[in-house]
Nanobody
Framework: QLQLVESGGGLVQPGGSRRLSCVASGFTLDYYAVAWFRRAPGKKREGFTCISSEGNTYYADSVEGRFTISRDNAKNTVYLQMDSLKPEDTAVYYC??????????????????WGQGTQVTVSS
């Protein structure tokens, strides 16, 4: 019942933008931190951004200044606004929730299952 569903991926040209959504079902996100992860073929998942229950945000150097994480608790949703996309951003994107960002970044400490994720392909 504690499920997160990612959506919004697709094909985008280099330099373009894309907005991903992470919607919670079966629970409310108000008191959870939410992080975004991504996995490229042949690589392990990496967490690159997180937003705390208080709204504090954290970014990896690879996305700092280009990506923005935000939340709308009324909609039980966390968003990832991706701007200035690069081919190296091509990956399957996942989200995960935990009480604290410190338990999500740089790696997810809990052994919960992952959702399907959403594919983002940056190519011209």
């Amino acid at each position: 019942q504690l499920q997160l569903v990612e959506s919004g991926g697709g094909l985008v040209q280099p330099g373009g933008s894309r907005r991903l959504s992470c919607v919670a079902s079966g629970f409310t996100l108000d008191y959870y931190a939410v992080a975004w992860f991504r996995r490229a073929p042949g690589k392990k998942r990496e967490g690159f951004t997180c937003i705390s229950s208080e709204g504090n945000t954290y970014y990896a150097d690879s996305v700092e200044g280009r990506f923005t994480i935000s939340r709308d608790n009324a909609k039980n949703t966390v968003y990832l606004q991706m701007d200035s996309l690069k081919p190296e951003d091509t990956a399957v994107y996942y989200c995960a929730a935990d009480p604290f960002c410190s338990d999500l970044l740089p790696t997810r400490l809990k052994n919960d299952s992952w959702g399907q994720g959403t594919q983002v392909t940056v190519s011209s």
